[in-house]
Protein backbone atom coordinates (compact mmCIF):
# COMPACT_ATOMS: atom_id res chain seq x y z
CA UNK A 1 0.00 0.00 0.00
CA UNK A 2 0.79 3.33 -0.74
CA UNK A 3 2.55 5.70 2.55
CA UNK A 4 3.84 8.86 3.13
CA UNK A 5 5.96 9.46 6.41
CA UNK A 6 6.37 12.98 7.73
CA UNK A 7 8.29 12.33 10.64
CA UNK A 8 8.54 15.96 11.98
CA UNK A 9 5.25 16.42 13.57
CA UNK A 10 6.23 20.53 14.35
CA UNK A 11 9.41 22.34 13.65
CA UNK A 12 10.54 26.20 15.27
CA UNK A 13 12.76 27.77 13.68
CA UNK A 14 14.26 31.33 13.65
CA UNK A 15 13.72 33.64 10.85
CA UNK A 16 16.39 33.53 8.44
CA UNK A 17 17.42 29.90 9.40
CA UNK A 18 17.59 27.15 7.12
CA UNK A 19 15.10 24.62 7.31
CA UNK A 20 14.17 21.24 5.89
CA UNK A 21 11.14 18.92 6.10
CA UNK A 22 11.63 15.48 5.70
CA UNK A 23 9.20 12.91 3.36
CA UNK A 24 9.84 9.31 3.29
CA UNK A 25 7.49 7.21 0.92
CA UNK A 26 6.11 3.85 0.18
CA UNK A 27 5.05 2.43 -2.94
CA UNK A 28 5.39 -0.84 -5.31
CA UNK A 29 4.27 1.06 -7.92
CA UNK A 30 7.25 2.12 -10.97
CA UNK A 31 5.77 4.96 -11.69
CA UNK A 32 4.81 7.31 -9.55
CA UNK A 33 4.53 11.17 -8.62
CA UNK A 34 5.35 13.22 -5.12
CA UNK A 35 4.30 16.93 -4.64
CA UNK A 36 4.48 18.89 -1.88
CA UNK A 37 1.72 21.44 -0.60
CA UNK A 38 1.64 24.45 1.75
CA UNK A 39 -1.30 24.92 4.01
CA UNK A 40 -0.99 28.15 5.66
CA UNK A 41 -3.30 29.32 8.78
CA UNK A 42 -5.78 30.41 6.52
CA UNK A 43 -6.47 26.94 5.74
CA UNK A 44 -6.30 26.61 2.21
CA UNK A 45 -3.85 24.08 0.19
CA UNK A 46 -1.21 25.40 -2.15
CA UNK A 47 0.64 23.59 -4.58
CA UNK A 48 4.07 24.13 -4.65
CA UNK A 49 6.07 21.13 -6.67
CA UNK A 50 5.55 17.56 -8.18
CA UNK A 51 8.25 15.12 -9.08
CA UNK A 52 7.63 11.87 -11.42
CA UNK A 53 9.80 9.09 -10.57
CA UNK A 54 11.54 9.08 -13.28
CA UNK A 55 13.27 12.81 -12.84
CA UNK A 56 15.75 12.39 -9.82
CA UNK A 57 16.84 16.26 -10.65
CA UNK A 58 17.19 18.57 -7.65
CA UNK A 59 14.84 21.51 -7.65
CA UNK A 60 15.34 24.82 -7.06
CA UNK A 61 12.59 28.00 -6.97
CA UNK A 62 14.11 30.80 -5.60
CA UNK A 63 14.13 29.96 -1.32
CA UNK A 64 12.36 26.43 -1.62
CA UNK A 65 14.42 23.59 -3.07
CA UNK A 66 13.73 20.07 -3.30
CA UNK A 67 15.84 17.02 -3.24
CA UNK A 68 14.44 13.29 -4.55
CA UNK A 69 16.31 10.51 -3.45
CA UNK A 70 14.84 7.09 -5.23
CA UNK A 71 17.52 5.38 -3.49
CA UNK A 72 16.45 5.97 0.51
CA UNK A 73 12.58 7.04 -0.92
CA UNK A 74 12.55 10.59 0.21
CA UNK A 75 11.52 13.38 -1.25
CA UNK A 76 12.64 16.52 1.10
CA UNK A 77 12.25 19.89 1.52
CA UNK A 78 14.21 22.86 1.99
CA UNK A 79 13.37 26.40 2.77
CA UNK A 80 16.44 28.69 2.95
CA UNK A 81 17.02 32.06 5.14
CA UNK A 82 12.98 31.11 5.91
CA UNK A 83 10.64 34.22 6.93
CA UNK A 84 7.73 34.65 8.87
CA UNK A 85 5.45 33.73 5.94
CA UNK A 86 6.57 30.34 5.70
CA UNK A 87 4.77 29.61 8.18
CA UNK A 88 2.20 27.00 7.50
CA UNK A 89 1.43 23.16 8.05
CA UNK A 90 3.45 21.46 4.82
CA UNK A 91 2.42 17.93 3.53
CA UNK A 92 4.16 16.07 1.28
CA UNK A 93 2.10 13.61 -0.99
CA UNK A 94 2.11 10.29 -3.34
CA UNK A 95 -0.05 9.62 -6.23
CA UNK A 96 1.11 5.75 -7.16
CA UNK A 97 -1.13 2.84 -7.99
CA UNK A 98 -2.37 0.66 -5.56
CA UNK A 99 -1.48 -2.84 -6.12
CA UNK A 100 -3.80 -4.38 -3.76
CA UNK A 101 -6.78 -2.57 -4.85
CA UNK A 102 -7.43 -3.18 -8.21
CA UNK A 103 -4.54 -0.50 -9.44
CA UNK A 104 -6.85 2.19 -8.67
CA UNK A 105 -4.75 5.58 -8.59
CA UNK A 106 -4.86 7.17 -5.14
CA UNK A 107 -3.30 10.75 -3.76
CA UNK A 108 -2.20 9.87 -0.37
CA UNK A 109 -0.59 12.23 2.04
CA UNK A 110 1.65 12.56 4.78
CA UNK A 111 0.52 13.85 8.03
CA UNK A 112 2.00 16.99 7.87
CA UNK A 113 4.69 19.16 9.44
CA UNK A 114 3.89 22.56 11.30
CA UNK A 115 6.97 24.84 10.86
CA UNK A 116 6.70 28.07 12.79
CA UNK A 117 8.97 30.85 12.02
CA UNK A 118 9.43 33.34 14.73
CA UNK A 119 10.78 36.61 14.16
CA UNK B 1 -10.00 31.29 -13.06
CA UNK B 2 -11.87 31.72 -10.11
CA UNK B 3 -10.48 28.82 -8.40
CA UNK B 4 -12.37 25.73 -6.68
CA UNK B 5 -15.29 26.88 -4.94
CA UNK B 6 -17.06 25.65 -2.28
CA UNK B 7 -20.45 26.56 -0.21
CA UNK B 8 -20.76 26.92 2.45
CA UNK B 9 -17.25 28.23 4.23
CA UNK B 10 -18.75 26.77 7.55
CA UNK B 11 -21.51 24.85 8.89
CA UNK B 12 -23.22 24.14 12.45
CA UNK B 13 -25.26 21.60 12.27
CA UNK B 14 -27.12 19.35 14.96
CA UNK B 15 -26.66 15.77 15.59
CA UNK B 16 -29.11 13.99 12.95
CA UNK B 17 -29.42 16.70 10.48
CA UNK B 18 -28.55 16.32 6.71
CA UNK B 19 -25.58 18.35 5.63
CA UNK B 20 -25.29 19.15 1.94
CA UNK B 21 -21.45 20.47 0.61
CA UNK B 22 -21.36 22.28 -2.73
CA UNK B 23 -18.27 22.11 -4.90
CA UNK B 24 -17.66 23.96 -7.63
CA UNK B 25 -14.60 22.52 -9.71
CA UNK B 26 -12.26 24.64 -11.92
CA UNK B 27 -13.77 24.81 -15.67
CA UNK B 28 -11.60 21.86 -17.88
CA UNK B 29 -11.02 19.93 -15.58
CA UNK B 30 -11.93 16.77 -15.61
CA UNK B 31 -11.48 15.03 -12.37
CA UNK B 32 -12.80 16.45 -9.03
CA UNK B 33 -11.85 15.32 -5.61
CA UNK B 34 -13.70 15.19 -2.01
CA UNK B 35 -11.36 15.02 1.10
CA UNK B 36 -11.69 15.20 4.52
CA UNK B 37 -9.13 16.63 7.14
CA UNK B 38 -9.02 15.70 11.04
CA UNK B 39 -6.13 16.40 13.40
CA UNK B 40 -6.78 12.55 13.94
CA UNK B 41 -6.66 10.91 10.80
CA UNK B 42 -5.23 13.94 8.81
CA UNK B 43 -5.92 14.16 5.19
CA UNK B 44 -8.04 11.37 3.81
CA UNK B 45 -9.12 11.31 -0.14
CA UNK B 46 -13.35 10.27 0.31
CA UNK B 47 -14.37 9.80 -3.16
CA UNK B 48 -13.34 10.77 -7.18
CA UNK B 49 -15.39 11.95 -10.06
CA UNK B 50 -13.81 11.53 -13.60
CA UNK B 51 -15.65 13.10 -16.17
CA UNK B 52 -19.05 13.30 -13.86
CA UNK B 53 -18.63 9.29 -12.96
CA UNK B 54 -17.60 7.92 -9.71
CA UNK B 55 -14.99 5.95 -9.99
CA UNK B 56 -13.32 4.99 -6.34
CA UNK B 57 -15.59 5.78 -3.37
CA UNK B 58 -13.67 3.37 -1.32
CA UNK B 59 -12.59 6.05 1.17
CA UNK B 60 -16.04 6.78 2.01
CA UNK B 61 -16.45 6.36 5.68
CA UNK B 62 -20.17 4.78 5.57
CA UNK B 63 -23.51 4.98 4.24
CA UNK B 64 -24.48 7.89 5.60
CA UNK B 65 -21.85 9.64 3.11
CA UNK B 66 -23.17 9.80 -0.67
CA UNK B 67 -21.88 12.33 -3.39
CA UNK B 68 -23.24 13.36 -6.60
CA UNK B 69 -22.18 14.90 -9.41
CA UNK B 70 -24.75 16.11 -12.26
CA UNK B 71 -23.08 18.14 -14.30
CA UNK B 72 -19.07 18.96 -14.78
CA UNK B 73 -19.38 22.35 -12.96
CA UNK B 74 -20.96 21.34 -10.09
CA UNK B 75 -20.79 18.38 -7.19
CA UNK B 76 -22.14 17.94 -3.75
CA UNK B 77 -21.20 15.53 -1.05
CA UNK B 78 -24.16 14.96 1.75
CA UNK B 79 -24.01 13.11 5.20
CA UNK B 80 -27.63 12.14 6.38
CA UNK B 81 -27.77 11.84 9.22
CA UNK B 82 -24.84 13.48 10.80
CA UNK B 83 -23.15 12.54 13.71
CA UNK B 84 -20.51 14.66 16.16
CA UNK B 85 -17.86 12.59 14.45
CA UNK B 86 -18.43 14.14 11.25
CA UNK B 87 -16.96 17.21 12.12
CA UNK B 88 -13.80 18.29 10.26
CA UNK B 89 -12.85 20.36 7.32
CA UNK B 90 -14.34 19.11 3.68
CA UNK B 91 -12.05 20.02 0.85
CA UNK B 92 -13.33 19.74 -3.02
CA UNK B 93 -10.18 19.51 -5.22
CA UNK B 94 -10.05 19.13 -9.04
CA UNK B 95 -7.73 18.76 -11.61
CA UNK B 96 -7.15 18.29 -15.32
CA UNK B 97 -5.86 15.17 -15.61
CA UNK B 98 -5.30 12.43 -12.43
CA UNK B 99 -2.15 10.57 -12.82
CA UNK B 100 0.47 13.15 -12.06
CA UNK B 101 -1.18 16.32 -11.90
CA UNK B 102 -1.28 18.73 -9.45
CA UNK B 103 -4.53 18.94 -7.45
CA UNK B 104 -5.85 22.53 -6.71
CA UNK B 105 -8.17 22.82 -3.64
CA UNK B 106 -11.21 24.84 -3.13
CA UNK B 107 -10.85 26.71 0.75
CA UNK B 108 -12.56 23.96 2.28
CA UNK B 109 -15.99 23.29 4.82
CA UNK B 110 -15.63 23.69 8.01
CA UNK B 111 -18.21 21.53 9.16
CA UNK B 112 -19.66 21.48 12.81
CA UNK B 113 -21.78 18.64 14.28
CA UNK B 114 -23.24 19.24 17.57
Known amino acids: AQKVTQAQTEISVVEKEDVTLDCVYE???????LFWYKQPPSGELVFLIR??????QNEISGRYSWNFQKSTSSFNFTITASQVVDSAVYFC????????????????FGKGTKLTVNP | DAGVIQSPRHEVTEMGQEVTLRCKPISGHDYLFWYRQTMMRGLELLIY????????DSGMPEDRFSAKMPNASFSTLKIQPSEPRDSAVYFC????????????FGPGTRLTVT
Open chain 1, 93 to 108: ALSARSITQGGSEKLV
Open chain 2, 49 to 56: FNNNVPID
Open chain 1, 27 to 33: TRDTTYY
Open chain 2, 93 to 104: ASSFRFRGDEQY
Open chain 1, 51 to 56: RNSFDE
